[in-house]
């Protein structure tokens, strides 16, 4: 009897020992079926756009060839600077803005200091209503007739660079014509008269 139980003691050890062994056995082949399930079939994919770093741009802007380089800021054209404007301002009254040069402008106070915001004095009033010394227009070229009263043509008028005025610097506008065949209007008239002139005294003169 006493050597019969070390044997039954031998025996059960023995079947835990296949148990575990079976078990690991059964738990390994299930990881590696799922290992090998997620190998075949990997799910959805992801894709990632690498977006390109957008280079700095290195071009001049057009206005800044008309801004001389360290020139006094107020004397800029217009171009070259933004203003604060206020449209309230008493038509024909001396008026101030503030104003700041624009980006890649360059210039000097009357100290010869570097500057970005100053200040610009003006007379209150849109540029449509400057004197026509202050703005250019086109030519029209199909104004070539003579005729009373003077016949007027559609141009476009822009500002000259260092007038400043409020609203558009190009406006539309009804001008004379002024020019005629090469000729002012007013010779144009005058050699016209007198060609009607001489024509009516050439027909008097033959009829007597």
Same mark, same amino acid.
């Not at 997620?38 to 957008?54: E, H, L, M, Q």
């Not at 071009?59 to 933004?82: F, H, Q, T, W």
């Not at 210039?107 to 202050?134: A, G, H, Y």
């Given at each position: 009897?006493?050597? *019969?139980?070390?044997?039954?003691?031998?025996?059960?050890?023995?079947?835990?020992?296949? &148990?575990?062994?079976?078990?690991?056995?059964?738990? !390994?082949?299930?990881?590696?079926?799922?290992?090998?399930?997620?190998? /075949?079939?990997?799910?959805?994919?992801?894709?990632?756009?690498?977006?390109? #770093?957008?280079?700095?741009?290195?071009?001049?802007?057009?206005?800044?060839? /008309? @801004?001389?380089?360290?020139?006094?800021?107020? #004397?800029?054209?217009?171009? +070259? =600077?933004? +203003? $604060? $404007?206020?449209?309230?301002?008493?038509?024909?009254?001396?008026?101030?803005?503030? @104003?700041?040069?624009?980006?890649? *402008?360059?210039?000097?106070?009357?100290? &010869?200091?570097?500057?970005?915001? &100053?200040? =610009?004095?003006?007379?209150?009033? &849109? +540029?449509?209503?400057?004197?026509?010394?202050?703005?250019? @227009? $086109?030519?029209?070229?199909?104004?070539?007739?003579?005729?009373?009263? #003077?016949?007027?043509?559609?141009?476009? @008028?822009?500002?000259?660079?260092?007038?400043?005025?409020?609203?558009?610097?190009?406006?539309?506008?009804?001008?004379?014509?002024?020019?005629?065949? !090469?000729?002012?209007?007013?010779?144009?008239?005058?050699?016209?008269?007198?060609?009607?002139?001489?024509?009516?005294?050439?027909?008097?003169? !033959?009829?007597?």
């Amino acid at each position: 009897a006493a050597g *019969v139980r070390p044997l039954r003691g031998l025996r059960a050890l023995c079947r835990v020992l296949l &148990f575990l062994s079976q078990f690991c056995i059964l738990s !390994g082949g299930e990881q590696s079926q799922a290992l090998a399930q997620s190998i /075949k079939d990997p799910g959805p994919t992801r894709t990632f756009t690498v977006v390109p #770093r957008a280079a700095e741009s290195t071009e001049i802007p057009p206005y800044v060839m /008309k @801004c001389p380089s360290n020139g006094l800021c107020s #004397r800029l054209p217009a171009d +070259c =600077i933004d +203003c $604060t $404007t206020n449209f309230s301002c008493v038509y024909g009254k001396p008026v101030t803005f503030d @104003c700041a040069v624009k980006p890649s *402008v360059t210039c000097v106070d009357q100290d &010869f200091k570097s500057q970005k915001n &100053f200040i =610009i004095n003006m007379t209150c009033r &849109f +540029c449509w209503q400057l004197p026509e010394t202050d703005y250019e @227009c $086109t030519n029209s070229t199909s104004c070539m007739t003579v005729s009373c009263p #003077r016949q007027r043509y559609p141009a476009n @008028c822009t500002v000259r660079d260092h007038v400043h005025c409020l609203g558009n610097r190009t406006f539309p506008k009804m001008l004379y014509c002024n020019w005629t065949g !090469g000729y002012k209007w007013s010779t144009a008239l005058a050699l016209s008269l007198q060609a009607q002139v001489g024509l009516h005294v050439q027909l008097s003169v !033959g009829l007597h």
